[in-house]
């Protein structure tokens, strides 16, 4: 049988590619719009202003990210297993539970911003008049305070590309007030509020959505089930906290790289390197979707003990990857300088080494997206704290060495260094326990 009459004929495959393509269509819509706000943005403010509005955004997300649980892999993991089983009045205690938990940590971190606002001024931004900056963008932590809880539930209701939807409308706000502030000489601080306003619409809209399906699949009462009908108790706080440390090394390590350009060098530098990283992470545009609708079939089969099935499902999805991410890949190393020239304008030129070391490292990423939530579906979630935390601190350390001396480049490459370790070690022990299980069963 022909490899592309395999990849059509495999029902599994084909619904993952439905659910992807309805995300990717909105996802693509939104990709237009957020290259149209780089492109303003990037002119309107100039470097050093464009990478002020990268440490400020990037602070209030690393400290949220600090107390998270990821409640949406909790929600899919075993909310999505009781949903399987018919298990309704399970499901609906642990998605009550992982809503308040997510809650309380949205208003802690908001709090912690506030409190170091003063702080990340001095040792972050260095420059003086910007705490109100880091206080103002932190409300945004109160409008996503159930923003993960609600990304699982609409994963596990088989409704993620609602996602794209609210997405494509928090997009269209946003860039209308960057256009108007582009043309009409805005400052940073209406640019800044009209991310903050895209990010209201997407954590208040997420909620709204996510309550809706909860009264489709659970009933309208769902909400007054009892915290005691959660059987596994022990196992649902070791699978919480693992994913918060997780979570914790994840963007101390490899999603916070504004704040430490920012501290080893400057916010003329951490502007660059915006551009750069922006850039790259357009990969996830086409990669984000496959991620959110993997990770429950993965875990369905995961439960189903259908490991020669979970096999030719993760070959199909790493095939398909590959191919579309050595494409992409490819286009920023060859005409990286002139994406540059047409996203940001000739200033940003300095940022294209850094372009260059960033692509290799996170092509290789998004191939093998699936790392993580294999070893989520696999039940070992402390596997992952273990490699990012090691590969991390080396990054860490060699970043102290290298970054001041060699700039973003440097940078680039120690992140590029840090996906590649850190993926290809989770990938081999994903396989290695599948082998295991299956000889098993």
Do not use: C
């Amino acid at each position: 049988m022909p490899i592309f009459s395999k990849f059509k004929n495999d029902p599994l495959f084909a619904k993952v590619i439905r659910s992807s393509g309805a995300l990717f269509s909105s996802n693509t819509i939104s990709l237009g719009l957020s290259v149209l706000q780089g492109v303003l943005v990037t002119r309107l403010l100039g470097p050093a202003g464009f990478g002020l509005l990268g440490v400020v955004m990037a602070f209030a997300s690393t400290v949220n990210s600090l107390f998270s649980f990821r409640m949406s892999e909790l929600v899919v993991r075993y909310g999505g297993e009781y949903l399987n089983r018919g298990e309704k009045d399970k499901a609906s205690a642990i998605i009550k539970a992982a809503g308040l938990t997510e809650g309380i940590v949205s208003l802690f971190a908001f709090f912690v911003v506030i409190l170091t606002a003063g702080l990340a001024e001095q040792v972050l931004a260095k420059t003086p008049g910007a705490a109100w900056m880091f206080t103002v963008y932190a409300l945004g932590l109160l409008a996503n305070f159930n923003t993960e809880t609600s990304t699982g539930i609409l994963q596990i209701t088989d409704r993620i590309k609602l996602q794209g939807t609210l997405n494509l409308v928090q997009s269209i706000f946003t860039t209308l007030i960057i256009v108007g502030a582009f043309f009409l000489n805005g400052t940073l601080s209406i640019v800044l509020g009209a991310y903050l306003l895209g990010k209201t619409i997407l954590g208040l809209g997420m909620f709204i959505t996510a309550q809706a399906q909860l009264h489709r699949v659970l009933g309208n009462g769902w909400w007054k089930t009892p915290f005691s009908k959660l059987t596994s108790t022990h196992e649902l706080i070791r699978f919480a906290f693992s994913s918060n440390i997780s979570a914790t090394i994840i963007k101390i390590f490899r999603e916070s790289e504004m704040i430490w350009i920012g501290l080893f060098l400057d916010i003329t530098a951490v502007g660059y390197y915006r551009v750069a990283y922006t850039l790259v992470h357009f990969l996830s545009i086409p990669a984000d979707p496959l991620i959110s609708t993997t990770f429950p079939e993965i875990n369905r089969l995961v439960v189903d003990k259908a490991w020669q099935r979970l096999k030719d499902f993760l070959r199909k999805i790493t095939t398909l990857s590959l191919a579309y991410n050595f494409a992409l890949g490819l286009s920023l190393v060859f005409l990286g300088r002139w994406i540059i020239l047409i996203y940001s304008g000739e200033q940003y030129l300095p940022a294209y080494p850094a372009l260059i070391a960033l692509t290799i490292g996170l092509v290789f990423n998004y191939i093998l997206f699936w790392n993580r939530p294999l070893l989520l579906s696999l039940g070992l979630p402390e596997f992952p704290i273990y490699v990012t935390l090691v590969v991390g601190l080396l990054k860490l350390g060699f970043s102290f060495l290298l970054v001041a001396r060699f700039g973003i480049i440097a940078a680039g490459a120690l992140l590029s260094f840090y996906y590649i370790a850190s993926v290809s070690i989770m990938v081999w022990r994903g396989l290695k326990e599948i082998k295991r299980l299956e000889i098993r069963d």
